[in-house]
């Protein structure tokens, strides 16, 4: 027997299908060692020795291979082709060392770029030993980002309440995400003007022809800047006449694409189809490691980790195949296109991204793929095909005009471009982020000399517009230019600054929050050149040449670590006031912005004389005025449009981090909006237990105002009368968000459902579901995603959304989704797993209490002593309201 070890328990079925009963094929389910999460698991001062423990489910999973390997005739390691993969199957041979299993049995390393039958036995036919080159690569980066976190996050929690982490690349994308921000806001829009001539030629082709010079001179986009230039060019186009000055024709061709890699496909997927790198990553994974068409499993795509854009020759010759019988012979070019990599990593370089079979159509396997699996699998093989397809033939046109007005000469000119061939168009076109579409059509005939006659003359106000904010798409693609970062983390990183809530996505645009910014604003002050985008790339070139087996990792490691630890020991005498006094010079534009009327910004509106500043409380930051006490004015970091009459600040007496909204018109009280330690919410007056309420959320700090703030207070609020019972059924926000209650009954709330705002006939359908044991609002709006049969069982299994997140379910037994595993790519194998875990691990303390309690045994006849000290107690206990105390308790806790 031979021993198979792959990552997923997926790519193990499948591979197991194609080896039979002379091997055994096991799944490690990714790394089985980790770093503890804990001070001195990398020792800089042992020589960078690194401290690798057993994580509970690389526990077992070690045991089960030790167990498979007892007599086997050899131990084969089959994980990924890539950094990741090969650390992966060092760490399982370690692991087994450790537990002296191995003795002499051989182990082989084997590799394959595709999950097909011909693939993997081609690998095993060719073995080889671990890449120990690779595995220093690994060891590197984790070490390093172990240290970096480690050691830089601590001192953001001390200098920076509220900071969450920093790390080697996250913090450097955030930067960049902060910069443009920046640029956007230091923006100053220039006013310019266009002029646009409609002109017809003597046939009555119409087109537009625009002004680009001027008695000699060249007019640039930005010449014409005032409202009186630009008429004065439109009045004496009004009285020229035109003429055709020349006319020229050219021919021009647009190549195809090269295939993907793993950052084009991740752009593509978020331009065209709209999925997060993440979720295209979890996604291309299902479609690697195998999908069964028509009772056969196989891999549908290569390995989806990859800077290579090259094919194999017998893909390049299938795709032209393909092409020729799709679309015919003039679509094929005479030669193969050869794509060459830009990657500065040729070790981890492998072959682009590409359907297993180029003659497994899109139309072909669509029913046997999830919706999100057949759009990704589509745009990889079309994108592939379209590669070695013939380039798209074109005609440019430029037509120069001459406008004649007395002795004045101004010139006009128009473009225009056709398709002549489509060529590879015929079948795929790149999306462009912030690029606008090529609208230019076909110009009517004409030649020089004819005249023209003016139909209109239009002279149009424009704007200079500030960069874009950057999308996933753009991020990744910005990232990859700089050299920051490498294909297989891009996702990870992405996912990393929203989940520490640094950036939030609005309208698909990544968006920094004031938490990030300031993070950014205090390492480019004291850390600058560890986010310089410079030192990254050059860091990552490092890291790339220890995967070539040219330095040593060890090396690496000593002179980052030098200058490292010299940075963090200098901020350890760092004052509060040399904090502050920096990110008020880096943050100024954003929180002091500009007001037009050129007025201090920083001045006070309070008190007209103290100056606002940055400020650090316990929650986070805000910002004060320097006359403080005497002046307690403070708002949030974001200027609002009403900070010159002060509305929306703490003014008189709120403390720091308080925005007061406001006053209740019924009792007069002060309405504020604060910052909690679990997220912000709004109070009513003071005093020892002044009535709050949480903002739910999707509600922005920023959107709340006196009026929404009322209302949120005014919860929990009637909405309908139960039609059985005729009882209210109230609506209120909770610790685990808005929800709907008859009596002991409660709904969660639909993410679309408002809780200021949900009517009767919603409400009662909640509840009414819920009674009736539909489960919760949520799982009464969505019954859960089929993911098929379990096949010992027999029962269907589906992935659901929970009140904890996304579980899998067979019924019986609930098992919920890592945070590493999206709802929407969980498969089927993955879900078994999950499920069988989750039966061996036992029932939960929850449901363990809500068992019945084993038979007592025969309480012990007490005293009269005993009986009258039992008794006194009863009656103490009896008396204090302490059920009424601990709800009140955790009331208040909730809504802070």
């Not at 068992?851 to 025969?858: G, S």
Request: hydrophobic fraction near 35%; include cysteine.
């Amino acid at each position: 027997m031979k021993v198979v070890v792959v990552e997923s328990p997926a790519k193990a079925k499948t591979i197991n299908k194609y080896l039979g009963k002379d091997y055994e094929v096991l799944a490690s389910f990714g790394h089985i060692r980790d770093l503890p999460a804990k001070d001195g698991s990398v020792d800089p001062d042992a020589d960078f020795r690194m401290i690798w423990t057993l994580e509970d489910k690389g526990s077992k999973r070690v045991s089960e291979i030790a167990k498979a390997i007892k007599g086997a005739e050899k131990l084969i390691l089959a994980t990924d082709p890539d950094r990741e993969g090969e650390a992966i199957s060092w760490h399982v041979v370690e692991a087994l060392r450790e537990k002296r299993v191995l003795k002499d049995l051989p182990v082989e390393r084997v590799t394959f770029n595709a999950i097909t039958k011909d693939a993997v036995q081609t690998a095993l036919r060719q073995p080889r030993e671990i890449d120990q080159a690779l595995v220093d690569a690994y060891m590197a980066r984790r070490a390093l980002d172990y240290l970096v976190g480690f050691t830089l996050s601590p001192v953001l929690w001390r200098k920076l309440p509220g900071a969450r982490s920093a790390g080697r690349v996250q913090s450097v994308a955030l930067r960049l995400v902060c910069d443009r921000e920046l640029e956007i806001e230091t923006f100053k829009p220039r006013e310019y003007w266009s002029l646009i001539a409609t002109l017809a030629t003597r046939e009555g082709g119409v087109f537009d022809a625009r002004l680009v010079g001027a008695d000699g001179k060249k007019i640039q986009r930005l010449d014409i800047g005032n409202g009186k230039d630009a008429e004065a060019f439109k009045k004496d186009l009004e009285l020229a006449t035109f003429s055709v000055a020349n006319i020229e024709a050219k021919p021009a061709k647009r190549h195809p694409y090269p295939p993907f890699t793993t950052s084009t496909l991740q752009q593509e997927a978020s331009r065209k189809l709209g999925l997060a790198p993440a979720q295209t990553m979890r996604i291309a994974q299902r479609l690697y490691e195998g999908v069964d068409i028509g009772g056969e499993t196989v891999g549908l795509i290569t390995y989806m980790r990859t800077d290579g854009v090259d094919m194999a020759p017998e893909a390049v010759q299938a795709a032209r195949r393909v092409i020729g019988k799709e679309y015919g012979d003039r679509y094929v070019p005479a030669a193969p296109r050869k794509y060459a990599t830009k990657a500065k990593n040729a070790q981890e370089a492998h072959e682009a991204i590409r359907p297993t079979d180029m003659g497994r159509l899109p139309k072909m396997v669509a029913k046997y793929l999830e919706p999100e699996q057949a759009r990704l699998y589509d745009l990889i093989w079309t994108r592939t095909v379209a590669s070695q397809m013939e380039s798209a033939e074109l005609e440019r046109t430029t037509a120069d005009i001459l406008a004649q007005v007395g002795p004045r000469k101004l010139e006009l000119r128009a473009t225009g471009q056709v398709i002549k061939f489509d060529g590879f168009l015929t079948l795929y076109n790149e999306s462009k982020d912030d690029e606008a579409d090529e609208d230019e059509g076909r110009l009517p005939p004409m030649k020089a000399g004819d005249p023209l006659e003016r139909r209109r003359i239009k002279a149009t106000q424009h704007f200079t517009e500030p960069p874009p904010r950057y999308s996933e798409a753009s991020l990744v693609k910005r990232m990859e230019e700089l050299g920051i970062g490498r294909p297989s983390t891009y996702a990870a990183v992405l996912q990393t600054l929203r989940d520490r809530e640094y950036v939030r996505i609005e309208k698909k645009r990544l968006v920094p929050e004031d938490k990030g910014r300031i993070v950014t604003a205090f390492l480019e002050s004291f850390f600058r050149r560890y986010v310089e985008y410079d030192f990254t790339a050059d860091l990552e070139e490092q890291l790339d040449r220890v995967s070539n087996n040219e330095i040593d990792w060890k090396q690496v490691m000593r002179e980052f670590w030098r200058d490292f630890s010299a940075a963090i020991g200098e901020t350890k005498e760092l004052r509060t006031t040399e904090v502050l006094d920096a990110l008020n010079e880096l943050l100024g534009p954003h929180i002091f912005p500009d007001k037009g009327d050129g007025s201090n910004p920083r001045t006070c509106p309070n008190c007209g004389t103290g100056q606002l500043s940055l400020k650090l409380g316990k929650f986070g930051s805000f910002i004060g005025c320097s006359n403080y006490p005497e002046c307690k004015y403070t708002r949030q970091l974001a200027a609002s449009g009403a900070e010159g009459d002060g509305e929306g600040s703490s003014e008189n007496g709120g403390a720091p981090g308080v925005k007061v909204l406001g006053d209740d018109p019924e009792t007069g009280q002060q309405v504020t909006l604060r910052d909690g330690r679990f997220g912000p919410f709004v109070q009513l007056g003071e005093g020892e237990k002044p009535k709050r309420s949480s903002l739910p959320k999707g509600l922005a700090p920023s959107q709340v105002d006196l009026e929404k703030a009322l209302k949120l207070l005014a919860l929990p609020r009637q909405v309908a009368t139960h039609p059985e019972t005729g009882e209210p059924i109230l609506a209120s926000i909770g610790r685990y968000g808005p929800y709907v209650q008859h009596g002991k009954t409660y709904a969660n709330l639909a993410p679309g459902d408002d809780v200021l705002e949900i009517g009767a006939n919603r409400a009662i359908d909640l509840i009414v579901t819920k009674e009736s044991g539909g489960g919760n609002a949520r799982r009464a709006a969505d019954p859960g995603r089929p993911l098929g049969d379990d096949p010992e069982s027999g029962k269907p299994i589906v992935v659901k959304a929970g009140r904890f997140g996304p579980y899998v379910t067979d019924g019986e037994t609930n098992a919920t989704l890592p945070r590493t595993m999206a709802a929407e790519a969980v498969t089927l194998d993955e879900a078994i797993e999950l499920l069988k875990a989750r039966r061996a691990a036992g029932p939960s303390k929850k449901s363990a209490r809500g068992r019945k309690a084993p038979a007592k045994k025969p309480a012990a006849k007490k005293t009269p002593a005993k009986k009258a000290a039992a008794k006194t107690t009863r009656k103490a206990a009896a008396k204090k309201p302490a059920a009424k105390k601990t709800a009140a308790k955790k009331t208040a806790k909730a809504a802070e």
